[in-house]
C-alpha cells in the first residue's frame, strides 16, 4: 500500500522508536502529526523532516498522562488535520527494576498513566476521528514484557500485559470499522528507556546492553512501516521481535 499523503499521529515522538519512526514515515512521504511533552526536541525534528523530504508536520506539546489535556488538543484540532490515517502509540515508560515489594509506588503511578491510561485516551480519540473517517490503522508498541514476566518488572510488565489485552480488544471492536489494529512487541531496544528507568544512572544505564548487540529504534521503525504498508486487506496483527543475542526476556548472550 502506498501511504504518501497519508497523515500519522505518533506519541512520544521526541526520542527513540518515536523519533525513527517519525523520520520513517517522512521518507515514505506522509504528513505528520508529532506530539510529545518536549515540545523543542519535536520542533527541531520537524525542521530537519522539511528539510530532508519535505514534509508538512504539525508540533504539539502532549502530555499522554493528562486526560483533559489529550481531550481538549483534539477538540483543537484544525480540520485539515483530523483525518488520522494513522496512529502510532509509541508514548510509554518504565521506573525503577525492584521487586514489588521494595519498589516506589510513584513510579507505579507514571508507569500506569502513560503506558494504560496515556494509550486509553489517545486511542479514544483517534478511534472516534477513524470511524468518523471509514478507515484506519493503529499501531501498539508494546513489549515482549507483555508476554513474559521478568524479575523485578512486575509492574512495568503488568501495563505492558494490560496493552497487549487492550490491542486484542481494539481489533475485535473496530475489525467492521475498516480498522486495523497491530502491536509490534520489541525485545531489547537501546533507547533511552534504560536511561529514564534508573533516574538518568548513564552507568547502569549502559550496563544492560554490555557485551551484546540490541536492536535499534530504526529497526522497530522498519518494522511499524512494513505493518503500515501492507495491502488493505492485509492485517499483521503481532510482531515480537529480539535481537539476535536474545532468546527470550531473561536469556540474553553476552560475550
Not at 519535505?54 to 489529550?70: C, M
Not at 483530523?82 to 508514548?91: M, P, V, W
Not at 478507515?135 to 513474559?148: C, D, F, K, Q, T
Amino acid at each position: 500500500m502506498n501511504i504518501k499523503g497519508k497523515i500519522v499521529f505518533i506519541t512520544g515522538a521526541s526520542s527513540g522508536i518515536g523519533m525513527e519512526s517519525a523520520k520513517a514515515f517522512a521518507k515514505e512521504g506522509c504528513k505528520l502529526i508529532l506530539t510529545a511533552r518536549r515540545i523543542d526536541r519535536i520542533k527541531i525534528l520537524a525542521a530537519e523532516l522539511l528539510k530532508e523530504f519535505g514534509t508538512e508536520s504539525l508540533t504539539l506539546p502532549l502530555d499522554v498522562r493528562k486526560k483533559e489535556e489529550v481531550f481538549t488538543l483534539f477538540e483543537k484540532l484544525p480540520n485539515d488535520w483530523k483525518k488520522i490515517d494513522i496512529l502510532l502509540n509509541n508514548a510509554g515508560v518504565g521506573k525503577g527494576l525492584s521487586p514489588l515489594h521494595d519498589s516506589d509506588p510513584e513510579g507505579w503511578d507514571e508507569m500506569i498513566d502513560t503506558n494504560v491510561k496515556g494509550l486509553l485516551f489517545i486511542t479514544k480519540s483517534v478511534s472516534n476521528l477513524m470511524i468518523k473517517n471509514g478507515s484506519g490503522h493503529i499501531i501498539n508498541v508494546g513489549s515482549v514484557a507483555g508476554r513474559e514476566v521478568y524479575p523485578n518488572g512486575n509492574v512495568y510488565c503488568a501495563t505492558k500485559f494490560a496493552v497487549n489485552a487492550l490491542t486484542k480488544a481494539m481489533r475485535v471492536e473496530l475489525y467492521d470499522k475498516n480498522i486495523r489494529v497491530t502491536t509490534v512487541d520489541p525485545g531489547m531496544v537501546e533507547t533511552e528507556f534504560s536511561l529514564v528507568r534508573f533516574d538518568g544512572d548513564e552507568e547502569r544505564a549502559k550496563n544492560v546492553y554490555k557485551g551484546m548487540t540490541p536492536l535499534s529504534p530504526a529497526d522497530i521503525a522498519d518494522t511499524i512501516i512494513f505493518c503500515a504498508t501492507r495491502p488493505a486487506h492485509v492485517n499483521i496483527s503481532e510482531v515480537v521481535i529480539y535481537p539476535s543475542d536474545q532468546a527470550n526476556t531473561t536469556t540474553v548472550k553476552r560475550s
